[in-house]
């Protein structure tokens, strides 16, 4: 899809402009014009001029003479001399004396160019200025913005390369859903026919980075109509009612479009609750209002379908999302496997890949990654490709760029010592043992202890076989085990414990504040809800709602908890305490270590 825009030029480039006309007019143009009309001659032509009494009129200055021919309107300058009958002959040759020689030689000129001229200037700019602080009232949220609202949603129109269905990969019930509205707009006759009306607004709702925009592009390329596309902050102005007037500008655009999409995206901005709290946002409210008028003034099957796009959808306001507005809600959740697979088989065509990459394999790893990380992962293979001065990316391209993502980096310089890099080197494999020996966890896919940019000295990718929608209170107690098994390892071999572990603390809590809190999986409070999830497709946080007195029982319980799983995963540790030293000197000669060469060790 094209986009067409207009660039914007800033303010002060048009006061620039005017400043540099003015210098100019007032200091080349008016002298210019003036000097060209005064010829200068010597004196000896001014006094033969007097005795051919030719001269017409005369001014004395203090250090010139002026004068005229009496015939032409022609202006002569000439020097001062010492000429004491001069003013005589003057007056005998018939010379006129006068004041203001050069006022008088033209005065239309002079009204011209010392008032007319400098008016038309400013009334042309003032105008010029004028425009364009309407345009940008109307779109920028500057702070001089006033006047009319004019909506400045970009519009794309179809191009060759515009996004298909085919170019969103995973996300098949979405694009089911989606199927039917590009249906309806092919082909609104066979919906009106039976008296079906389509939803007027369709909210897309999923984590960052799952499609949603690319969702709705491709609506519009398959549909092969207009589409409308703003974002929901950019409704939101500075003064009240700017927003409310580009909802409508942007609606009248859609109608005169119809049939055509108008995609918001980040609705949330516009769409917040009204909650009426003390200090509300007059305008944020306003601009809701006016959209959810729009959205009841105009008729079913008029054309226009609403697409919307959202990560908060427990922040709108239960207006916006009736029926009769936003009446269907399209989730675009996470890829599973096999949409992993898909949508890296799909940005992979991108790029030049070699014969032997796994897909599958590469989705297995990049457990929990979206849509956009995985581009990002095609891309950072490819651009290591190109570092590496090949013209096409391996697996080990694919698999570095997983973890380039989820970690940063390689830390080239970072040169850990020698006790760091063994301690760094049994927490890890203390993960990977606990992991391994719990038969439910997953098994380890790589374990490393060179440094990452993002903080981490080693980690241990493991990686799910297949889906999983569900978790069982064993596993998700296996997977704190799994996290405190770095602790209990440093605790066995060095006696004392180090800072390396304090995102595992955090995830382990986290587990099992969720398992106690949320899952039910506590003997005490039964199937009843400490916590409630604020916002869950981001970062998921909780707010509590219990009692002070329940708040303490439910930590009292987390750390026992999680000190019941690193017990355990001490317990396992000293049994297997031989493989923790064989496999921790491995890990520390080799630094990265694969799943294999793990196993191999675990089972001789
Ligand atoms: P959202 O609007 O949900 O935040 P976008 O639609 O803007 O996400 O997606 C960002 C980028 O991620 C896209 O440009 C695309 O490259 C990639 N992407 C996300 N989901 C998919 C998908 N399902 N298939 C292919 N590419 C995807």
Known sequence: MEEIKKPKKPLIYYYCIVLVLLLLFNFIFIPYVVRKQIKQVDYGTFMSMIEEEKVGRVEIQNNQILFTDKDSSVIYKTGLVYDPTLTERLYHSGA???????????????????????????????????????????????????????????????????????????????????????????????????????????????????????????????????????????????????????????????????????????????????????????????????????????????????????????????????????????????????????????????????????????????????????????????????????????????????????AGYQKKNAILTDTEKRIVAYHEIGHALVAAKQNNSAPVQKITIVPRTSGALGYTMQVEEGNHYLMSKEEIENKIATYTGGRAAEEIVFGSVTTGASNDIEQATKLARAMITRYGMSNDFDMVAMEVVNNQYLGGDTSLACSAKTQALVDEQVVALVKKQHEKATAILMENREKLDELSMFLYEKETITGEEFMDILDK
Not at 214 to 221: E, T
Not at 285 to 293: V, Y
Not at 373 to 384: D, G, V, Y
């Open 96 to 406: 006129v004396f006068s004041g203001e020689i050069i006022e008088e030689t033209s005065p239309f000129l002079n009204i011209l160019l010392y008032w007319i001229l400098p008016i038309a200037i400013f009334v042309g700019v003032g105008q010029l200025m004028y425009k364009k602080l309407l345009q940008r009232a109307s779109g920028g949220g500057d702070f001089m913005s006033f006047g009319m609202g004019k909506s400045n949603a970009r519009v794309y129109v179809k191009s060759s390369d515009g996004i298909k269905f085919c170019d969103v990969a995973g996300e098949d019930e979405a694009k089911e859903n989606l199927t039917e509205i590009v249906d309806y707009l092919h082909n609104p006759e066979k919906y009106r026919e039976i008296g079906a009306s389509m939803p007027k607004g369709i909210l897309l709702v999923g984590p960052p980075g799952t499609g949603k925009t690319m969702l709705a592009k491709a609506v519009a390329g398959e549909a092969n109509v207009p589409f409308f596309s703003m974002s929901g902050s950019e409704f939101v102005e500075m003064f009240v009612g700017m927003g409310a007037s580009k909802v409508r500008d942007l609606f009248k655009q859609a109608k005169e479009k119809a049939p055509c999409i108008v995609f918001i995206d980040e609705i949330d901005a516009i769409g917040k609750k009204r909650d009426g709290q003390l200090g509300g946002n007059d305008e944020r409210e306003q601009t809701l209002n006016q959209l959810l008028t729009e959205m009841d003034g105009f008729e079913e099957n008029t054309g226009v379908i609403i697409l919307a796009a959202t990560n908060r959808p427990e922040s709108l306001d239960p207006a916006l999302t009736r029926p009769g507005r936003f009446d269907r809600r399209v989730p675009v959740e996470l890829p599973d496997l096999k949409g992993r697979e898909e949508i890296l088989k799909v940005h992979a065509r991108k790029i030049k890949v070699a014969d032997n990459v796994d897909f599958s394999q590469t989705a297995r790893m990049a457990s929990g990654a979206s849509g956009a990380e995985l581009a990002n992962i095609i891309n950072e293979a490819a651009l290591r490709a190109v570092r590496d001065g090949r013209n096409f990316a391996t697996q080990a391209d694919l698999e570095e760029s997983i973890e380039v993502v989820i």
